[in-house]
T-cell receptor, first 112, second 113 residues
C-alpha cells in the first residue's frame, strides 16, 4: 500500500550545522510531496511543497529535493539556528483519494 | 484572520467519562479533520468531514465519533473514554480540492486516568 517512511526520529545539531532529513515513499500513483513543521505548543504548518522530480522547493532557508528514481525526498538547510528547533514531518498527497499520508516526524534539537 | 481554534487546550478525564473536543475555523473551509498525535507515531487521521453532515472514517476511527452541524464547527466525541485515548488531538481544515494545505489548531492534550 501507499506509505511514507521517515527513519530519523531525532536529530541533534549545533547552530550553523547543516541539516539533512530524508523520507522515502511508496505508491503506485503520482504523488505530490510536502514538508510540514511543528513548533512546540502549536499544530503543524506547511513549510514547503515539491511537485516535480528533481525540482527544488524552498522556504525560510529550507530547501527540498525529490528523487523519483530512489522514491525519496529530502529537507535540508545550510546553517540551522536555534529557532529551527521543531518537529519536521514529510507528507505525501495521494491523487487517488486526495488525502495526506504522513511520515512519523523528525524532532530537530539545536544545541545553543 | 485565518485561524483554527480548539477548545479546551488541556483536559483530564477519568476512564469511562464522555469527552467532547471542539474545533472552529473562520475560513469557510469545506473540509475538516481530526488527528491524534502520539510520540513515534506522528499524525493519525481519525475522521474527515467534507462538509456539514458528510463525515468519513479515517485510519483509526474506533472509539470516536464526530459531529458537524455547521461548516465552521467540527466536534470529536469519545463515548466512555479509555486510557489508551490519552493523546494530543489536532483539528485541521482545508479548502475543498486543496488537501495539501492543512491549517491546524494548537491541539488539545487529553489525559484519561
Amino acid at each position: 500500500g501507499d506509505s511514507v517512511i521517515q527513519m530519523q526520529g531525532q536529530v541533534t545539531l549545533s547552530e550553523n550545522d547543516f541539516l539533512f532529513i530524508n523520507c522515502t515513499y511508496s505508491t503506485t500513483g503520482y504523488p505530490t510531496l510536502f514538508w510540514y513543521v511543528q513548533y512546540s505548543g502549536e499544530g503543524p504548518q506547511l513549510l514547503l511543497q515539491v511537485t516535480t522530480a528533481n525540482n527544488k522547493g524552498s522556504s525560510r532557508g529550507f530547501e527540498a529535493t525529490y528523487d523519483k528514481g530512489t522514491t525519496s525526498f529530502h529537507l535540508q538547510k545550510t546553517s540551522v539556528q536555534e529557532i529551527d528547533s521543531a518537529v519536521y514531518y514529510c507528507a505525501m498527497l495521494m491523487d487517488s483519494n486526495y488525502q495526506l499520508i504522513w511520515g512519523s516526524g523528525t524532532k530537530l534539537i539545536i544545541k545553543p | 484572520d485565518m485561524k483554527v481554534t480548539q477548545m479546551p487546550r488541556y483536559l483530564i478525564k477519568r476512564m469511562g467519562e464522555n469527552v467532547l473536543l471542539e474545533c472552529g475555523q473562520d475560513m469557510s473551509h469545506e473540509t475538516m479533520y481530526w488527528y491524534r498525535q502520539d510520540p513515534g507515531l506522528g499524525l493519525q487521521l481519525i475522521y474527515i468531514s467534507y462538509d456539514v453532515d458528510s463525515n468519513s472514517e479515517g485510519d483509526i476511527p474506533k472509539g470516536y465519533r464526530v459531529s458537524r452541524k455547521k461548516r465552521e464547527h467540527f466536534s470529536l466525541i469519545l463515548d466512555s473514554a479509555k486510557t489508551n485515548q490519552t493523546s494530543v488531538y489536532f483539528c485541521a481544515s482545508s479548502y475543498r480540492g486543496r488537501a495539501e494545505t492543512l491549517y491546524f489548531g494548537s491541539g488539545t492534550r487529553l489525559t484519561v486516568l
